[in-house]
């Protein structure tokens, strides 16, 4: 499936996650140089990034204007998909975070009434005042 652009499915290809990150942090900066600053890498890197980004997907991903740049609509298509990983990468590392540490999972009980009021709840309002 392509579309007017001539972008099929393939034109993300070779992408990696340290273009992902760059082009969502040029969403919050026109500056490439700050924006290299905040991912930890130097100018000439993020340059470097900047044009596999645009040699990848085959279309032009920002306009220089001066000492800042803005994203084409392609580019601010990208970079908005790219925030969304972002975010769904830091919410993978807190949940194996959580998961390695024991603070989350699930815990089916099969009670019948009585023993399930005298003795189940109890024990989960204890167990959920120290794991809320």
Same mark, same amino acid.
């Given at each position: 499936?392509?579309?007017? $652009?001539? /972008?099929?499915? #393939?034109? @993300?290809?070779?992408?990696?996650? =340290?273009?992902? &990150? %760059?082009? !969502? *942090?040029?969403?919050?900066?026109?500056? $490439?140089? /700050?924006?290299? #600053?905040? @991912?930890?890498?130097?100018?000439? =890197?993020?340059? &470097? %990034?900047? !044009? *596999?980004?645009?040699?990848?997907?085959?279309?032009?991903?920002?306009?220089?204007?001066?000492?800042?740049?803005?994203?084409?609509?392609?580019?601010?298509?990208?970079?908005?998909?790219?925030?969304?990983?972002?975010?769904?990468?830091?919410?993978?590392?807190?949940?194996?975070?959580?998961?390695?540490?024991?603070?989350?999972?699930?815990?089916?009980?099969?009670?019948?009434?009585?023993?399930?009021?005298?003795?189940?709840?109890?024990?989960?309002?204890?167990?959920?005042?120290?794991?809320?």
């Amino acid at each position: 499936m392509s579309d007017a $652009l001539g /972008l099929g499915p #393939a034109a @993300l290809r070779g992408l990696k996650l =340290a273009h992902l &990150r %760059l082009m !969502a *942090e040029l969403q919050t900066t026109p500056q $490439l140089t /700050l924006a290299a #600053a905040r @991912l930890g890498l130097s100018q000439p =890197a993020a340059s &470097r %990034l900047l !044009a *596999e980004v645009e040699r990848i997907v085959g279309q032009p991903v920002h306009k220089r204007q001066g000492r800042s740049l803005t994203l084409t609509e392609v580019g601010m298509a990208l970079a908005r998909r790219a925030g969304r990983i972002a975010l769904e990468l830091a919410d993978a590392v807190r949940d194996m975070t959580e998961a390695a540490g024991g603070t989350v999972g699930s815990v089916c009980i099969g009670s019948v009434t009585g023993p399930a009021l005298n003795l189940v709840l109890p024990a989960l309002t204890a167990e959920q005042r120290l794991h809320p």
